[in-house]
């Protein structure tokens, strides 16, 4: 395992809602200011309200996700298995999924020889809800 860089990170997150918001509130990519992260994490997509995956080209994604200098993904199912319809394979899926996207993450660095795409998930904060989800 490769060491942990020691040079301090600022990760920003964009929020794909963000184009939706009126007016002076809309926020693009481009109203993105370079200068203050060090990190840009993409959050959030994949899933619809009524939790069903939509549709979406995984490589493409990220290949998109590269052209656009994104530093990483971040995902935010916080309950796999546990709340809001959840079903008992949502756990394993989960896991699989996170596995397949660090390698394909891996993969990319390689491929173009620069640092690896961040891959970080928000997790439940409280005690009852991540006893509940065993992740």
């Not at 546990?82 to 008992?88: C, L, T, Y």
């Amino acid at each position: 395992m490769k060491a942990l860089s020691s040079e301090p990170r600022v990760v920003c997150y964009y929020t794909n809602w963000s184009v939706y918001r009126p007016g002076t509130a809309r926020f693009n990519p481009q109203n993105i200011n370079p200068y203050l992260c060090t990190h840009l994490i993409y959050a959030f997509g994949g899933f619809t309200k009524d939790n069903t995956l939509k549709p979406f080209d995984k490589y493409q994604d990220i290949e998109k996700g590269i052209q656009n200098r994104f530093d990483g993904l971040d995902l935010d199912w916080e309950y796999p298995a546990f709340r809001d319809g959840g079903k008992p394979k949502d756990r394993e899926n989960y896991a699989r999924l996170v596995k397949e996207l660090r390698k394909e993450f891996e993969r990319e660095a390689e491929k173009t020889n620069k640092p690896r795409l961040l891959l970080t998930m928000a997790v439940p904060a409280g005690i009852e809800d991540r006893q509940n989800s065993k992740l």
